[in-house]
């Protein structure tokens, strides 16, 4: 939700750029040894972002006729959610996928749409953020490519203990990514920051009672078997958006930036497909496997949570308006896109 978490490649490539320039250089010499490009990403290689990763590799490679030769770094092996995109741009990976509200400072429009918005699933709030990105593109990402970018299901709360009220959640200490933690402060529990590779031992020492993410980690990340419940009220959205060293990028041939540009909006698409179909997955798996119950809100419970999150982006918008942000621009951007999607 508001909330989805990557060397041996360094010591051939070298610095940024090495990887393609060299695939050029043998080109031109006969030996038309493939471009190499190193992709990071920070959470383990079972999540759905990962996935997308495979895909986009797959993609890649079979449309460059393996011109293209993709190494995928997930789990933190090469860099974390705290440096990733530090990491590209310096030249440690060739792409990389990170969560831009992980950096709330460096990203401060992207985060009004991953606040509480209304999002039916991930395949709308996919195309709604690729749009928006394309549209307001972030300063902070001048320096890079943008590859593609995707969203999450809408979050839910997942829990050690039944929560079907606002009293029960009181002073629940929950994880949550970092921009999107007015949500649970204004619900009344006490939010953890935390990426999500550190949730697992987290949730076995109990420093976290739960979180608020999209449902299928319950399955990839097996935490099921601690997370017995969640609460059928969706929240916040997650975003990822991959980027790619922008020297990298400009000594790539042509026909390979083409492929790359060709599969941009596609991988957002087939990504939010693939998230919907796999949270339906994990929820069956959950139940069947670790009796995981759906709890849903009374109407009266329903109301008093609605009326408490309506007003948190309005807050935040006024707050990036007064810093002379385009706001209330993005805003209104994002529930236009997010009807026009819904309808298809």
């Known amino acids: 939700m508001i909330a989805v978490l990557l060397l041996a ?38 999540t759905f972002p990962a996935r997308q990763m495979e895909k986009w590799k797959e993609e890649l490679e079979k449309r460059t006729n393996n011109k293209v030769k993709v190494e995928l770094f997930p789990g933190g092996t090469l860099l974390t959610a705290q440096n990733m995109y530090d ?15 992980y950096e709330p400072g460096r990203f401060p429009l992207l985060a009004i749409s991953d606040l509480p918005s209304g999002f039916p699933n991930s395949r709308v709030a996919s195309q709604v953020v690729f749009d928006l990105i394309k549209e307001f593109p972030p300063d902070a990402f001048k320096d890079f490519k943008i590859i593609t970018a ?28 970092g921009a999107l933690t007015p949500v649970l402060k ?12 550190e949730v697992p031992e987290a949730l076995q020492t109990g420093i976290i009672k739960g979180l608020v993410t999209s449902r299928e980690i319950l399955m990839d990340l097996k935490l099921a078997e601690k997370l017995k419940y969640t609460t059928d009220y969706p ?16 000594s790539l041939p042509p026909d390979v930036q083409k492929v790359i540009d060709d599969l941009s909006l596609e991988m957002a698409i087939w990504t939010g497909e693939y998230m919907d179909n796999h949270v339906k997955e994990a929820l069956e798996w959950s139940k069947k496997e670790h009796g995981l119950q759906i709890i ?24 990036l308006k007064a810093k002379g942000l385009p706001a209330e621009e993005y805003r209104k951007r994002l529930y236009e896109l997010k009807e026009k999607y819904s309808k298809q």
């Open 87 to 101: 990491g590209v741009k310096n030249g440690v990976a060739d792409i990389g996928l990170s969560c831009p509200t």
């Open 150 to 177: 995707f969203a999450t299901e809408p979050a839910h709360l997942m829990v050690t203990e039944p929560v079907t009220s606002l009293q029960d959640l009181k002073g629940k200490q929950i994880r949550i990514s």
């Open 296 to 319: 849903t809100l009374s109407p009266e419970e329903k109301a008093a949570w609605d009326k408490i999150l309506k007003p948190i982006q309005d807050k935040y918008v006024e707050e």
């Open 186 to 197: 204004e619900l009344g529990a006490s939010p953890v920051g935390m990426p999500m590779s």
């Open 9 to 46: 490649g360094l010591a051939v490539t070298g610095c940024s750029g090495g990887a393609a320039k060299e695939g050029k250089k043998e080109e031109e010499s006969g030996a038309a040894k493939p471009i190499v490009l190193k992709y990071a990403f920070f959470a383990p290689a079972n």
């Open 235 to 250: 929240l916040t959205i997650t975003s990822f958006v991959a980027v790619m060293n922008k020297d990298v990028w400009n």
